[in-house]
């Protein structure tokens, strides 16, 4: 079994910031690729970031660039996401995913290509 935690979700006013963390555990020691997704209320799920299990490969969805950082303990399945100068279009459940079969240096964009789903932690932004 392989568990996905989110930790970090919370309110805070627009142009705030707020880091987001995502631990992979469990039975197996294999790295995985991770990412974050997120949906709001009356929305599809989105994509938002992805790591390759590398660390070295990322990808961004044009909302978030230049606002948003990933990033990833080295030799650990956790990830971290740095949000800053949120937005209130930002408010949304996020989804913390681990993909255990991508390529060491793929970030994978596609729910698809993920096994593994946190519970998810709410990110409110007020204006």
């Known amino acids: 079994q392989v568990q996905v935690v989110e930790s970090g979700g919370g309110l805070v006013q627009a142009g705030g910031s707020l880091r987001l963390s995502c631990a992979a555990s469990g039975r197996t020691s294999s790295s995985y690729a991770m990412g974050w997704f997120r949906q709001a209320p009356g929305k599809e799920r989105e994509f938002v970031v992805s790591?390759?299990?590398?660390?070295?490969?990322?990808n961004y969805a044009d909302s978030v660039k230049g606002r948003f950082t990933i990033s990833r303990d080295g030799a650990k399945n956790t990830v971290y996401l740095q949000m800053n100068s949120l937005k209130p279009e930002d408010t949304a459940g996020y989804f913390c995913?681990?993909?255990?079969?991508?390529?060491?240096?793929?970030?994978?964009?596609?729910?698809?290509?993920?096994?593994?789903w946190g519970q998810g932690t709410q990110v409110t932004v007020s204006s």
């Open positions: 995913a681990a993909a255990r079969s991508s390529g060491y240096y793929y970030a994978p964009l596609r729910s698809s290509e993920y096994d593994y």
């Open positions: 790591i390759s299990k590398s660390g070295s490969s990322t």
